[in-house]
Nanobody, 131 residues
Framework: QLQLVESGGGLVQPGGSLNLSCVAS????????IGWFRQAPGKEREGVSC????????YYTDSVKGRFAISRDGAKNTVYLQMNSLKPEDTAVYYC????????????????????????WGQGTQVTVSS
C-alpha cells in the first residue's frame, strides 16, 4: 500500500515562504489523487489544495488562492506545496493524503470531503508562522 511522508515544515515569519514535500512509496503513486490538508489547534481539518492523478486538475481553498501552488513530480513520487506570503493564520499541522479517483467525483469535491474520501495519510509536518 502507498505510504506518505511529509517534510519541509518549520517556523517562518509572516510574508515568508515554505515548500512542503510529500514523498510516496509504492509503484502505484501515479494512480492516486493527492491532497494537502491542515489542522490548527481547536479547528477542523480542512482541505488546502488537491491535485488529480494526472496533475491536470487542481483545487485550492479560497484562503490560499494566489499564495500556494501544488505540483507533482511522477519521477520522484513527490507532491509539493509551495507556500508564499504566509500568514499567522496558516499555522497548522499540514498533512498529505492520497485517494484513488473515480469518474464522478471532481478534485474539488474530493478535497472538500477530506477524510471521508482520502484514506491514506502521512504523519504531518508543523508549519508555524510567527514573528
Amino acid at each position: 500500500q502507498l505510504q506518505l511522508v511529509e517534510s519541509g515544515g518549520g517556523l517562518v515569519q509572516p510574508g515568508g515562504s515554505l515548500n512542503l514535500s510529500c514523498v510516496a512509496s509504492g509503484y502505484t503513486f501515479g494512480y492516486y489523487a493527492i491532497g494537502w490538508f491542515r489542522q490548527a489547534p481547536g479547528k477542523e481539518r480542512e482541505g488546502v489544495s488537491c491535485i488529480s492523478n494526472g496533475g491536470d486538475e487542481l483545487y485550492y481553498t479560497d484562503s490560499v488562492k494566489g499564495r500556494f501552488a501544488i505540483s507533482r513530480d511522477g519521477a520522484k513520487n513527490t507532491v509539493y506545496l509551495q507556500m508564499n506570503s504566509l500568514k499567522p493564520e496558516d499555522t497548522a499541522v499540514y498533512y498529505c493524503a492520497a485517494t484513488l479517483p473515480d469518474r464522478i467525483t471532481t478534485i474539488k469535491e474530493m478535497c472538500v470531503l477530506g477524510r471521508r474520501r482520502f484514506g491514506i495519510w502521512g504523519q504531518g509536518t508543523q508549519v508555524t508562522v510567527s514573528s
